[in-house]
């Protein structure tokens, strides 16, 4: 398989015009978060009635994070996930690519966190460092896939789990109706008109052509060194969270 998310498939015109292409989606993106980082926490809760921080908090129950435990934060925005798992009683280490989100996170004062910059795709860790790690609405955004597995498989020691957590799309026709119509046309206007940011709120429903299917994200993360990997859906199945152990 390519381990490069191509331009996606079954993408109109009008999600053209939106998406930037493979080469410019790093630069694009992480300019974007630093653009929305003031008003994306409020506009997060705002467009999922707050039932973001819940689906945060039951992902970090079902990976049984403890006290003692080192996560990784991945992609960590301001630092909603840190928060939680430090709750839990974890060490905390945020990882994201937009400075003013980590900006942000560090203002939030969660002890036992570091605050890093850096690329996904070569997380500056050492090997078999973390005891679990924790992805958020991140995985559309990245320019690759693939590696982006293999980085988190290099960073957790064995036995150590992942949880993930990202849009889907409600298999129940009817359901799938109403949540493209939400998704798709009213948190663009909504989220662009509170947040100031049209051009970001076009991007970030639309971003969502860039995840794979279920059997190839599975696979990806198989070949990557996971096992016992899980999908459980929340908001009629408008949400995704999928927890898997590292081999």
């Given at each position: 398989?390519?381990?490069?998310?191509?331009?996606?498939?079954?993408?109109?015109?009008?999600?053209?015009?939106?998406?930037?292409?493979?080469?410019?989606?790093?630069?694009?993106?992480r300019?974007?978060?630093?653009?929305?980082?003031?008003?994306?926490?409020?506009?997060?809760?705002?467009?999922?009635g707050?039932?973001?921080?819940r689906?945060?908090?039951?992902?970090?129950?079902?990976?049984?994070?403890?006290?003692?435990?080192?996560?990784?934060?991945?992609?960590?925005?301001?630092?909603?996930?840190?928060?939680?798992?430090?709750?839990?009683?974890?060490?905390v280490?945020?990882?994201?690519f937009a400075?003013?989100?980590?900006?942000?996170?560090?203002?939030?004062?969660v002890?036992?966190?570091?605050?890093?910059?850096g690329?996904?795709?070569?997380?500056?860790?050492?090997?078999?460092?973390?005891?679990?790690?924790?992805?958020?609405?991140?995985?559309?955004?990245?320019?690759?896939?693939?590696?982006?597995?293999?980085e988190?498989?290099?960073?957790l020691?064995?036995?150590?789990?992942?949880?993930?957590?990202?849009?889907?799309?409600?298999?129940?026709?009817?359901?799938?109706?109403?949540?493209?119509l939400?998704?798709?046309?009213?948190?663009?206007?909504?989220?662009?008109?509170?947040?100031?940011?049209r051009?970001?709120?076009?991007y970030?429903?639309?971003?969502?052509?860039?995840?794979?299917?279920?059997?190839?994200?599975?696979?990806?993360?198989?070949?990557?060194?996971?096992?016992?990997?899980?999908?459980?859906?929340?908001?009629?199945?408008?949400?995704?969270?999928?927890?898997?152990?590292?081999?």
């Amino acid at each position: 398989m390519d381990p490069v998310l191509p331009m996606p498939r079954g993408c109109d015109d009008r999600c053209m015009s939106v998406l930037p292409s493979p080469e410019e989606k790093p630069r694009a993106v992480r300019t974007m978060f630093d653009r929305i980082a003031p008003r994306y926490d409020r506009l997060n809760r705002i467009l999922t009635g707050g039932s973001d921080l819940r689906w945060r908090r039951e992902l970090v129950r079902r990976l049984a994070i403890r006290p003692g435990d080192r996560v990784l934060d991945l992609a960590c925005g301001t630092g909603d996930f840190a928060a939680i798992a430090v709750a839990a009683g974890a060490e905390v280490v945020g990882l994201d690519f937009a400075g003013r989100m980590l900006a942000l996170a560090q203002r939030r004062g969660v002890p036992r966190t570091e605050w890093v910059q850096g690329d996904a795709l070569r997380l500056p860790f050492a090997d078999v460092s973390f005891d679990a790690a924790l992805c958020g609405f991140a995985l559309r955004n990245f320019a690759a896939l693939p590696p982006v597995f293999a980085e988190l498989a290099r960073v957790l020691r064995p036995g150590g789990r992942l949880g993930l957590l990202e849009v889907d799309e409600p298999a129940n026709p009817l359901f799938r109706a109403g949540h493209r119509l939400y998704f798709r046309r009213v948190v663009p206007v909504v989220g662009g008109w509170l947040s100031g940011d049209r051009q970001a709120y076009r991007y970030l429903p639309q971003s969502a052509v860039y995840l794979p299917d279920a059997r190839t994200l599975a696979g990806w993360l198989r070949e990557a060194g996971f096992r016992d990997i899980r999908k459980r859906q929340f908001m009629f199945g408008a949400i995704q969270a999928i927890s898997a152990v590292r081999a």
